[in-house]
């Protein structure tokens, strides 16, 4: 399958901080990627989706000033958590899927603790 | 999406084959049936997908019933490195993409 790539695959931040995670599609280009949270013994949730040049759409309930998306090229996207809070502490999980393509594939994961 | 439902946990002996169900009742007729697995503290891997036919590929076989309503996974010789938790979705192929996850079975692969 096609290889997604996330970085860094483990961060600590000081509260109020900002932690930017990059995905990163190394041998296709990603025309829509995805970025999910997981929390301990819990299931994906998906907090957006954004194709390249365009905003990402938002999942109900996620703040779009708190978590930027940006996808500005077919092969990068980044996730950016501002004013990081312990409870935004979580894997944070990147997919991407290539145009022409119904499969989607995972990045390792990022988790994120805030202190 | 259709709505699906496995179950909790399973178990079974290495080398033997491991049959993971997925009800889909609800399921239309442009709804993809996919597997995934989360191995412990890693994203999702893509195990495989159908819509009708039964598929078949260097990982697992899908076993997709007629009325499309639920559908196996096999793994036709499980390994330890097999546990993880498997996820059953069913995704309409509209321009959105998305993969709604559910809560999945739990697999443990005994030595």
């Known amino acids: 399958g096609a290889v997604v790539s996330q970085h860094p695959s483990r961060v600590i931040c000081k509260s109020g901080t900002s932690v930017k995670i990059e995905c990163r599609s190394l041998?296709?280009?990603?025309?829509?990627m995805f970025w999910y949270r997981q929390f301990p013994k819990q299931s994906l949730m998906l907090m957006a989706t954004s194709n390249e040049g365009s905003k990402a759409t938002y999942e109900q309930g996620v703040e779009k000033d708190k978590f930027l998306i940006n996808h500005a090229s077919l092969t990068l996207s980044t996730l950016t958590v501002t004013s990081a809070h312990p409870e935004d502490s979580s894997f944070y999980i990147c997919?991407?899927?290539?145009?022409?393509?119904?499969?989607?594939?995972f990045g390792q994961g990022t988790r994120l603790t805030v202190v | 999406d259709a709505k699906t439902t496995q179950p909790p946990s399973m178990d079974c002996a290495e080398g033997r084959a491991a049959n993971l169900p997925c009800n889909h009742s609800t399921i239309s007729g442009n709804e993809y049936v996919y597997w995934y697995r989360q191995i412990h503290s890693q994203g999702p891997q893509y195990i495989i997908h159908?819509?009708?036919n039964n598929e078949t590929n260097e990982m697992a076989s899908l076993i997709i019933t007629e009325d499309r309503k639920s559908s196996t996974l096999i793994l036709p010789h499980a390994t330890l490195r097999d546990t993880a938790v498997y996820y059953c979705?069913?995704?309409?192929?509209?321009?959105?993409?998305?993969?709604?996850f559910g809560s999945g079975t739990r697999l443990l692969v005994r030595p």
């Open positions: 997919s991407a899927r290539a145009g022409g393509d119904i499969t989607a594939f």
């Open positions: 979705i069913v995704r309409v192929e509209d321009s959105s993409y998305k993969l709604i």
């Open positions: 159908g819509l009708k």
């Open positions: 041998d296709f280009q990603a025309t829509t």
